[in-house]
């Protein structure tokens, strides 16, 4: 006789069912998750060859070594080089379209299912589109190192075939948020609005640099027509895709994370309309050449001039939704972080606003005044902004009860001063640079002036590094050591609260 020694054997049906596993994860809120934790790995990468960027201008080197291939029937000439200009394009695309953008998109995976009050369409195909995305950008950044820049603006710089993989990757999370929200789009938050727009802008912007490329592969456009077509697409990628987002971000953050209805409907309203007006003109304002007539380019400036509007309503009406809490700007919240925000986006909107006029351009362009006003606008307003939504939407996400300690105090107040540090540093230098050029000073003169500046800029950029490990950190301590939390899941049997 056999006997069983192991009775659950004979008892199957008291095992449950294994649960199956998809290669790629379509469960509510996967994709938010997933672009938030590319973000923050992406952030450590920006900071990192920011550093590298800093530190090549302080003490000024270049490596270049040929790479040899095997086949070569295009004939094409690559050779690794290590100088400036290439780690200064690899600095702003992995900040951009790495960190802010995988940030931009998280938010359009977390706010547009609770905004609405339902599940976010094709959860699976964003989650493909996530990998594109980042896949392609990886590869885009590496081969900046490699290829010939040409005439390229910065975030125009990538290669077409890479760039036509962020127009994908673009593509499936605008398709699946044009799917979620277009049966309710005429009733949709004002902040639906920014971020759709936003999307839209970015993906148009992308396949035109694709398209850019291609072209130039068979007609040869000359150096003039890229180096005007890729700065339109970089200004237009700033202020259409970026800084639609950071309102779209702030116009959901600080109701929620303060408990209180936004102050006035209309005045974000007025905003939206107001910005979607005016970013689209302050494009025109980089198009400067004999070819471009002067009214276009006049019409540009005055535009960016004006941009300082959308930003000081933006501010009056958030500050009115903070009414009563003002507690919550002491601590280390969302709210606090959003504050922040608050105040880069009317410094880095006054910066703009000064640079435009033709006095102050002719004395500050193409100096280091440039360099330190981005980093105000990226990772002051934007990056603040992303910071608010993550201490806010990361708990619910990994249902975890957590955020508000010491890490996200280190987090807060380490960029913010590196931020601002590292801003004053280089717009300080951008001046005594155009000083010195007005006085016709030897070139190697003023690089020995500006080395004070950039070792300034060079210690506040720590900062910003120090941030965002502290970010990496309180991620990685949120999912292993937070304690468990319910939370509402828009599209699960769970209520959820779609309305502000």
Known sequence: MTVNRNPKKSRPYDEPPRRRRSLIPGGPDSAATGFFVAAAVWLAIATGIGALA??????????????????????????????????????????????????????????????????????TLVNLGMLIWNLALAGGIALLYVLDLGPRAPLAAMPWFVTGG??????VVGASYVATIGPVIRTAYVGAWFAGVALLSLMGLLGISATLGVADLFLELGDVTTALVTAFIDRGVVVLWLLGMAYATLHYVVP??????????????????TWLVLAPGSVLGVLRHDNIPFVITNAGQVATMLLLVPAALTVVNLVQTMQGRWSLLFGTGAVAFAAVSLSFLIAASLLEALASLRTVDAAVANTE????????????????????????????????????????????????????????????????????????????????????????????????????????????????????????????????????
């Open 54 to 123: 800093l530190a090549i201008r302080i003490v000024p080197f270049s490596f270049g070594s040929a790479i040899p291939l095997p086949i070569n029937p295009f004939g094409w000439d690559l050779a690794f080089t290590l100088d400036a200009r290439r780690v200064e394009y690899a600095f702003l695309n992995a900040s951009v379209y790495g960190w802010l953008s995988n940030a931009g998109f998280a938010a359009v995976a977390f706010m547009a299912p609770r905004l609405l009050g339902r599940k976010l369409v094709g959860e």
């Open 256 to 273: 929620r994370a303060t408990g209180q209805p936004l102050a006035s409907g209309g005045l974000a309203w007025l905003t939206f309309v």
């Open 166 to 171: 962020l127009a994908t990757g673009a593509l």
């Open 369 to 500: 005044w440039e360099r330190g006003a981005f980093l105000w606008a990226a990772f002051g307003t934007y990056t603040m902004a992303a910071f608010a939504l993550a201490e806010h939407a990361l708990p619910r996400l990994l249902k975890r009860a957590w955020g508000g300690g010491t890490l996200s105090s280190l987090q807060l107040y380490l960029a913010f001063a590196g931020v601002a540090i590292a801003g004053i540093g280089l717009m300080g230098g951008g001046l005594a640079e155009g000083a010195s050029l007005a006085a016709g000073t030897p070139p190697a003169d003023i690089a020995a002036q500006l080395q004070p500046y950039r070792v300034l800029a060079f210690l506040g950029w720590g900062l910003v590094a120090l941030a965002g490990l502290a970010m990496l950190v309180n991620l990685f301590l949120l999912y292993t050591s937070g304690e468990p939390a319910e939370y509402a899941v828009p599209g699960s049997t769970a209520p959820a609260t779609a309305t502000h």
